[in-house]
Structures are given as C-alpha cells and as structure tokens.
C-alpha cells in the first residue's frame, strides 16, 4: 500500500455511468419485491431489470404500439439484457412478466 495517492483526476459519483438510466431511491412493497425477485431468478436476469421491464411494458405499452415500435424496450436492447437471446426467449420472459404484473395488481386491490 502506498503511503500517498494522487486523487488530483478523481471524479465524484458512480464508477460507472449508464446513459439513459437514472439511479434513484424508490420504496415497493415487500410483495413487489418478492415477485421480481422470484421472476428473475428463473429468468437469469437482475431483480432490477425485471422492475425496469415491468414498469416500461406497463407505462409505454398502450396497445396501439408493438414493443418493437417503442424506443429502448426489450425487444429493441434484447443483447444488453442477455447475450443471444431468442425472439422466443425474449416473448416467454414477456409473458411471465406480465403475469407477475397481474399477480401485483391482484395483490393490491383494496
């Protein structure tokens, strides 16, 4: 270990920085949590992800737009969520997602 470092060229913030994402704090439910968490760990992606992609098909998906007509969906950035996925893979996952959606709005239901 050196006695001094040089921090002269040092930058504040995040190590690396993700174009068109913004980190914040938000608060879920536990079950919301638990149901990502659940559908990513069969999915092979990170719990984040799956939240990302739930709400993106929720809040842009209006009908009248295929996934692929919507900038940054999955189906447009399918490499950066998991090198080679198919088409077929990429729907399936689409599916559970919607599902788990379902399962969060039947949860909270008053």
């Known amino acids: ?4 470092y040089d921090f002269s060229n040092a930058k504040r913030g995040a190590v690396a920085s993700s ?6 704090t938000i608060m879920l439910d536990d079950v919301v949590l ?3 968490r659940l559908a990513a760990e069969s999915e ?3 719990y984040q ?3 990302n992609n739930t709400l993106r098909k ?3 998906d209006d009908g009248s737009k295929s ?3 919507i900038p940054n ?4 950035n399918a490499g950066h969520f998991k090198e080679g996925i198919t088409a077929a893979e990429l729907k399936s996952l689409e599916k559970k997602l919607s599902e788990v959606l379902s399962e969060i709005h039947r949860v909270m239901k008053p």
């Open 44 to 46: 092979g992606f990170g």
């Open 19 to 24: 174009k068109g994402k913004t980190r914040i």
């Open 67 to 69: 996934a692929a007509a």
């Open 49 to 51: 992800t799956v939240i």
């Open 73 to 76: 969906t999955a189906v447009v």
């Open 34 to 36: 638990d149901a990502a």
């Open 58 to 60: 929720a809040l842009l």
């Open 1 to 4: 270990m050196k006695d001094e």
